[in-house]
């Protein structure tokens, strides 16, 4: 007798096993979906760079390919890559919208006579004038200096020949007339570019 109810307590447990495992998968999904982290995750300082880049500091456009000295260049400016990026300006911070489909050339910080005046370059395969058709429908209530191609923000309607203009906010519109022209420290300008567009901003 004591046999037989073993051997029938081993066949109740085989029917439950499936039972068990399937608790034990839809309490692990449900653990999953509600955010508990089973084996906690290992976070460097570069991909929390990146994290917080992705968020609400999000880069105005992205990237032309870094140049083959690039990284020697970092070193000698006494800068890492990493910090540079986490500089870069969103398009919140611009202050105006980026061309769709431009890349980020240039950025340079303290722009003119160090003030607080920064610089960013994108580059676009379209011509000049789709782009600067494309800003005339996006920047209403700028001034728009045709002969220069330029946008400057409403009431700051200054002489595009002065020093006050390079260190007034403004949208300038460049083709493209040589191969580097847009080329900056570590970013090489693309070789389909036709257009440049300088952005000035604080």
Same mark, same amino acid.
């Given at each position: 007798m004591k046999n037989l109810h073993t051997h029938l307590g081993n066949q109740q447990e085989s029917k439950n096993f499936p039972g068990t495992i399937y608790l034990l998968s839809l309490f692990v999904c449900v653990l999953a979906f509600s955010g508990f +982290?089973?084996? $906690?995750?290992?976070?460097?300082?570069?991909? !929390?760079?990146?994290?917080?880049?992705?968020?609400?500091?999000?880069?105005?456009? $992205?990237?032309a390919k870094f140049k083959k000295d690039a990284d020697s260049w970092f070193k000698k400016m006494g800068i890492t890559k990493q910090k540079w990026l986490s500089q870069l300006p969103s398009e919140k911070k611009l202050g105006v =919208?980026?061309?769709p489909g431009a890349v980020i050339t240039v950025y340079q910080?303290? /722009?003119y006579d160090r003030s607080t005046i920064s610089e960013l370059i994108l580059t676009s395969p379209d011509p000049a !004038? !789709? #782009? +600067?058709? @494309?800003?005339?429908?996006?920047? !209403?209530? @700028? #001034?728009?200096?045709?002969?220069?191609?330029?946008?400057? =923000? =409403?009431?700051k309607n200054v002489d595009v020949m002065s020093d006050k203009y390079?260190?007034? =906010?403004?949208? +300038?519109? +460049?083709?493209?007339?040589?191969?580097?022209? /847009?080329?900056?420290t570590f970013l090489k300008q693309p070789a389909n570019t036709k257009t440049g567009i300088v952005i000035r901003y604080k």
């Amino acid at each position: 007798m004591k046999n037989l109810h073993t051997h029938l307590g081993n066949q109740q447990e085989s029917k439950n096993f499936p039972g068990t495992i399937y608790l034990l998968s839809l309490f692990v999904c449900v653990l999953a979906f509600s955010g508990f +982290e089973i084996a $906690p995750k290992t976070v460097t300082n570069r991909s !929390k760079m990146f994290y917080a880049d992705s968020s609400s500091n999000r880069m105005a456009a $992205p990237l032309a390919k870094f140049k083959k000295d690039a990284d020697s260049w970092f070193k000698k400016m006494g800068i890492t890559k990493q910090k540079w990026l986490s500089q870069l300006p969103s398009e919140k911070k611009l202050g105006v =919208p980026v061309y769709p489909g431009a890349v980020i050339t240039v950025y340079q910080q303290g /722009f003119y006579d160090r003030s607080t005046i920064s610089e960013l370059i994108l580059t676009s395969p379209d011509p000049a !004038k !789709k #782009i +600067e058709a @494309w800003y005339t429908n996006k920047l !209403k209530g @700028w #001034i728009h200096n045709k002969t220069y191609h330029a946008f400057l =923000p =409403p009431n700051k309607n200054v002489d595009v020949m002065s020093d006050k203009y390079a260190a007034t =906010p403004h949208v +300038e519109i +460049e083709q493209a007339m040589s191969k580097n022209q /847009f080329d900056g420290t570590f970013l090489k300008q693309p070789a389909n570019t036709k257009t440049g567009i300088v952005i000035r901003y604080k």
